[in-house]
């Protein structure tokens, strides 16, 4: 995850102040700079910059999706689980995820999401969340919102999520097409504004495709009128049917369009100190593209400051698949990160999450712990590997059976990334058909 508004504040303090705000060390669940982060109470989860030390040793464990039931009411088409309505035999009993919940609390994990499928399909949803919270886990809950009426919303708030979020793929028509279900759009409408109208801090989750792009702009306007307090814009990645569907990725123009226009709404927002958060996944090209607007939007601050930023972008690091982020399925497997369902690392009712986690025997993990990651092609000669980490290896092996090719999702032209032009670029080729590819074994 990029956190746009996070780098966005501190250029806006440094433009007041005349100098660039210090890094703040980080030891526990420290809170990301916001403007609630003083408040009694408030949470919120780690940077990437934990995870062990060079010697081996424990450090802050990995955010943790977890997707507690496959089944959803809903069978949208970019859906990575590829869920349907009904039920998945063998998911983990309430006990099971207890032995794993405290597993990853021995381990450090600071965050849990709690996704699907649809989380509020799962009887046991709450009896969960509740042992999460408990435990110190900053919890969120990721849902389509279609179940949450008023008195759902009550036992959401009641319960003490710490964020929820909320899919919308676009306005009314957009969004019931991408969904599959007619009424979808006003059902997570207010769904929203029961969750705010009770205190819960929402936020809208959209993923652009060349589908749904012309209503991006829309979104924005929609997200500050109704007052949700954060907007995360997904790139489409390539797993599930989000795969199947991948000829239909946005092309590069309107992305480097769209990411104007979040980091232009950022921007103001981050200058007036409103309390509204924006951040991007599932393309670390993100974090060279934001320098890249800073140079033609704000060019003194970029002049004054811009070294300071690529310096905290650095330090951020990136892609986090496989290392600082993680994810556990509904059967108990555990994968790199929610796209990589296609691989398996190990099962929780075999193994502890945390001996899976560290081990590098796997020569994916081995890649994806390796810093700098052994990336090939363009991503190998860029000059923003640093800032970036290689950005989304899964599109690459996707299409390519490689996952150390470079990726075809980055909308870096030649020039932006330090290259003489005229390169050849892998294409995002139409999803044929499903077969098994293998990952070449990590040397060194």
Same mark, same amino acid.
């Given at each position: 995850m990029f956190r746009v508004t996070q780098y966005l504040r501190e250029l806006a303090q440094a433009e007041r102040s005349g100098a660039y705000p210090a890094?703040?060390?980080?030891?526990?669940?420290?809170?990301? !700079?916001?403007?609630?982060?003083?408040?009694?109470?408030?949470?919120?989860?780690?940077?990437?910059?934990?995870?062990?030390?060079?010697?081996?040793?424990?450090?802050?464990?990995?955010? &943790?999706?977890?997707?507690?039931?496959?089944? @959803?009411? =809903?069978? @949208?088409?970019? @859906?990575?689980? *590829?869920?349907? %309505?009904?039920?998945?035999?063998?998911? !983990?009993?309430?006990?099971?995820?207890?032995? &794993?919940?405290?597993? #990853?609390?021995? @381990?450090? +994990?600071? +965050? #849990?999401?709690?996704?699907?499928?649809?989380?509020?399909?799962?009887? %046991? =949803?709450?009896?969960?969340?509740?042992?999460?919270?408990?435990?110190?886990?900053?919890?969120? #809950?990721?849902?389509?919102?279609?179940?949450?009426?008023?008195?759902?919303?009550?036992?959401?708030?009641? $319960?003490?999520?710490?964020?929820?979020?909320?899919?919308?793929?676009?306005?009314?028509?957009?969004?019931?097409?991408?969904?599959? *279900?007619?009424?979808?759009?006003?059902?997570? =409408?207010?769904?929203?504004?029961?969750?705010?109208?009770?205190? &819960?801090?929402?936020?809208?989750?959209? $993923?652009?495709?060349?589908?749904?792009?012309?209503?991006?702009?829309? #979104?924005?306007?929609?997200?500050?009128?109704?007052?949700?307090?954060?907007?995360?814009?997904?790139?489409?990645?390539?797993?599930?049917?989000?795969?199947?569907?991948?000829?239909?990725?946005?092309?590069?123009?309107?992305?480097?369009?769209?990411?104007?226009?979040l980091f232009d709404r950022a921007w103001d927002a981050a200058r007036r100190g409103l309390d509204e958060e924006y951040v991007t996944g599932n393309n670390d090209a993100d974090g060279p593209w934001l320098l890249h607007w800073l140079q033609r939007r704000e060019p003194e601050l970029s002049r004054r400051f811009g070294a300071d930023l690529r310096q905290r972008l650095v330090a951020w690091g990136g892609n986090a698949s496989g290392d600082m982020v993680a994810n556990i399925d509904n059967l108990g497997e555990v994968h790199p990160d929610t796209m990589w369902w296609h691989h398996a690392l190990g099962n929780v009712r075999q193994r502890p999450f945390s001996a899976i986690w560290a081990d590098t025997t796997d020569p994916l993990m081995a890649g994806l712990k390796q810093h700098p990651r052994p990336v090939t092609g363009r991503c190998a000669s860029c000059t923003h590997l640093a800032i970036c980490g290689g950005n989304t290896r899964v599109r690459a092996q996707q299409v390519t059976g490689d996952a150390w090719a470079e990726d075809p999702g980055c909308y870096l032209d030649d020039a932006e990334i330090g290259l003489a032009p005229g390169h050849d670029r892998i294409a995002a080729t139409p999803f044929r058909s499903p077969k098994s590819v293998g990952i070449p074994v990590v040397a060194g």
């Open positions: 890094a703040r060390r980080r030891t526990g669940a420290a809170p990301i !700079l916001t403007p609630a982060a003083s408040k009694p109470g408030h949470k919120a989860p780690e940077r990437r910059g934990g995870g062990r030390t060079a010697a081996g040793g424990p450090g802050i464990g990995p955010v &943790v999706i977890w997707n507690l039931i496959r089944r @959803c009411n =809903l069978t @949208c088409q970019h @859906c990575y689980a *590829l869920s349907a %309505d009904h039920e998945y035999a063998g998911e !983990l009993s309430t006990d099971e995820v207890f032995t &794993v919940m405290d597993d #990853l609390k021995a @381990c450090r +994990v600071p +965050v #849990l999401i709690l996704s699907g499928g649809e989380p509020l399909l799962r009887p %046991d =949803l709450f009896t969960i969340a509740e042992r999460a919270i408990g435990q110190g886990f900053y919890t969120g #809950l990721s849902t389509n919102g279609t179940l949450i009426d008023p008195a759902m919303a009550l036992r959401i708030a009641g $319960t003490g999520f710490d964020y929820v979020g909320i899919s919308l793929d676009g306005l009314r028509e957009t969004h019931d097409r991408f969904r599959r *279900l007619d009424g979808a759009f006003d059902r997570s =409408l207010a769904a929203t504004r029961h969750l705010l109208a009770r205190g &819960v801090k929402v936020g809208l989750r959209y $993923t652009m495709t060349s589908s749904n792009a012309h209503d991006f702009p829309a #979104l924005l306007a929609l997200m500050r009128s109704e007052g949700a307090q954060k907007f995360y814009f997904s790139h489409l990645n390539y797993a599930g049917r989000g795969n199947i569907h991948r000829a239909k990725d946005a092309q590069f123009a309107a992305t480097r369009e769209a990411l104007d226009q």
